[in-house]
């Protein structure tokens, strides 16, 4: 029991202890800087360690998501432009699936129809012939060459178009229509995703004649009318005559094209020259095409 004074005993108080109350200062002290600590330590584990890796967590969420999106709308996209355009090989055959992409049709492209010439005939594929992609499946013989028709993909032969047995020559006015070869069915449509579209095919078909290997060349003194075949070229894919622009005689030959033919596939308007020729009458020339009219004829 505390000491009281009794000096004055109007008032019993208790005797004040300063050592009592320095340490409940001391521990009061002690616990605001323990809360303080405990604060700063929250907050520096809350702000180092929770927060970035909830962020990270909120990052990588948000990149997977988007990236199965871009999978899933890739994947629609891809199969809506597979059934929405034509592909094609680099043996110049187009294909083009049906809406299910449970069959397809294919054909040879136009540009090949015009670098053939006038089709005389087309060898068609079986009905239910198995085939897989490459696979020679029938032949088209025109006045110029004759090519074989290759299988874009893999699949059976479902039917032929009879119409090209009497009709050959719907293929040059309509390849890539009515001029169509045969329908398959389809083994797997994602084999189409692998063949050009139509903008890489244009750009392959502008240096399709391929390593030229061959140049038949002009006989200096020759006279020649327009259309007349005159000489031809030979690559590793095909043949093909070439003719006179206009009517003339020929002056002289490209000799260099005897030892290094492929300075026609370089540069088949610089170095390559076929032939100088004398001109009969330069307004033949006129009926021709110009730059601009045959790269649209090229492209068409």
């Not at 432009?81 to 294919?106: C, G, M, P, R």
């Not at 002009?218 to 009517?247: C, H, M, N, R």
Request: hydrophobic content about 40%; glycine content about 8%; charged content about 25%.
């Amino acid at each position: 029991m505390p000491p009281y004074r009794f000096n004055n005993p109007s008032s019993l108080v208790p005797a004040y202890n300063h050592h009592e109350s320095t340490i409940r200062i001391l521990w009061h002290v002690f616990l605001t800087y323990l809360t303080v600590i405990l604060a700063v330590v929250v907050y520096k584990f809350f702000t180092e360690q929770i927060i970035p890796d909830f962020q990270e967590f909120r990052r990588r969420y948000q990149r997977d998501r988007d990236q199965t999106t871009s999978i899933e709308m890739a994947h629609i996209v891809g199969s809506t432009a597979l059934v929405n355009s034509k592909h094609y090989t680099s043996a110049h055959e187009w294909i083009e699936l049906s809406d299910d992409q449970k069959t397809a049709t294919i054909g040879i492209s136009t540009y090949a129809a015009k670098a053939l010439g006038d089709v005389v005939f087309v060898e068609l594929p079986a009905k239910d012939l198995e085939v897989m992609g490459g696979d020679a499946i029938g032949a088209v013989e025109s006045v110029k060459s004759a090519s074989d028709i290759y299988a874009p993909i893999a699949g059976r032969i479902l039917e032929s178009n009879a119409v090209l047995e009497e009709k050959p020559g719907t293929i040059n006015k309509s390849a890539e229509g009515e001029g169509w070869i045969a329908r398959m069915e389809v083994a797997d449509p994602q084999e189409a995703a692998g063949l050009m579209d139509e903008a890489a095919y244009k750009n392959y078909a502008a240096k399709a004649l391929g390593d030229v290997g061959f140049g038949e060349l002009l006989t200096a003194g020759q006279d020649v009318t327009a259309g007349d075949a005159i000489g031809a070229v030979e690559s590793v894919k095909f043949a093909s005559d070439i003719y006179a622009p206009i009517s003339g005689r020929i002056v002289d030959g490209n000799a260099p094209l005897e030892e290094k033919p492929g300075t026609i596939y370089q540069g088949p308007e610089g170095n390559g020259w076929i032939a100088k020729m004398e001109v009969s009458d330069g307004k033949e020339a006129d009926g021709l095409m110009d730059a601009e009219a045959y790269k649209k004829f090229t492209e068409e």
